[in-house]
């Protein structure tokens, strides 16, 4: 019995409905299965909405992520537990699966700290903002996650975390998902995005880099753009907790999980 962490992306493009039916069998196949899910198309959708125009920020270190104000930190929960988390159990119920959608929150599912500060280049200028709800997962609770597999129920993870002072955080949902197979000692992490994988030379498909070893993980994180490279960082840190490999492949294609685990997209071993 393997147990198989999934993390659907939150880009556009994705189609749920194929890797709901790719879930499904790997169930009956007997295989442990925990979804993970972002948001962040949803969120930009939502946000403009409400006519709040999302707002990005880019580390020094080249790293790209949303920046969360306290109303901004509403609308991404709103989206992620509100539109997203039920249209990915609505499609894994579909197909039979008993889907239990449950978020980062509940029972300190995802805990970690919030940063004091955010580091980013604006207008060519390094600056420092203090009033960010974002941070990292650094503690999974896999109880409540056994217990629901345990029981035939398959978890549907929503961000938001909680952070350590007790607030909800904007997590990155690659890494979230990273942690989670590693606490779970999970046998693969398949990252699903709208692309075929870490692409050599963005945005040509046909440039896909099929196998990196993980002493090229440095490099190939320094290739990636965007946030292909939260995926890398993402494969790296579940590497680095025991899990065998990690796969980011296509999510917009049919039977995106069988085709993964057979292989096709960027293996990461």
């Known amino acids: 019995m393997n147990t198989i962490v999934i993390k659907i992306g939150g880009a556009a493009g994705l189609d749920f409905a194929h890797a709901a039916a790719d879930i499904a069998e790997l169930i009956r196949a007997g295989n442990r299965v925990v979804v993970v899910h972002g948001g962040s198309d949803a969120t930009n959708d939502l946000s403009r909405r409400l006519g709040i125009e999302p707002t990005f920020l880019t580390s020094p270190s080249g790293h790209t992520s949303r920046r969360t104000d306290a109303k901004t930190l509403e609308v991404f929960q709103m989206a992620c537990r509100g539109l997203v988390n039920p249209r990915i159990v609505l499609a894994l119920q579909r197909v ?5 959608g449950i978020s980062g929150l509940d ?6 700290p919030r ?4 580091r980013a280049i604006v207008e060519n200028r390094p600056v420092i903002i203090r009033d960010d709800y974002t941070g990292t997962v650094e503690k999974v609770n896999t109880r409540v996650l056994t217990t629901l597999i345990d029981a035939g129920f398959t978890p549907v993870i929503a961000p938001p975390a909680l952070a350590d002072d ?5 997590i990155d949902a690659d890494r979230a998902a990273a942690q989670t197979a590693a606490a779970l000692r999970a046998d693969s992490l398949i990252l699903l995005t709208n692309v075929p994988g870490l692409l050599r030379a963005f945005p040509d498909e046909s440039s896909l880099i099929p196998e990196i070893a993980r002493a090229e993980l440095a490099a190939a994180e320094e290739l990636a753009q965007g946030r292909m490279k939260k995926k890398i960082m993402g494969a790296r840190e579940a590497l680095e907790g025991g899990v065998a490999r990690a796969i980011i492949a296509d999510g917009r294609v049919e039977r995106p ?8 997209g960027t293996v990461i071993r």
């Open 96 to 100: 039979g699966v008993q889907a239990v």
């Open 107 to 112: 029972a300190g599912l995802w805990t970690g």
């Open 115 to 118: 940063k004091n500060a955010v």
């Open 166 to 170: 007790g607030t909800a955080i904007n």
């Open 257 to 264: 999980i069988t085709r993964a685990l057979a292989g096709t």
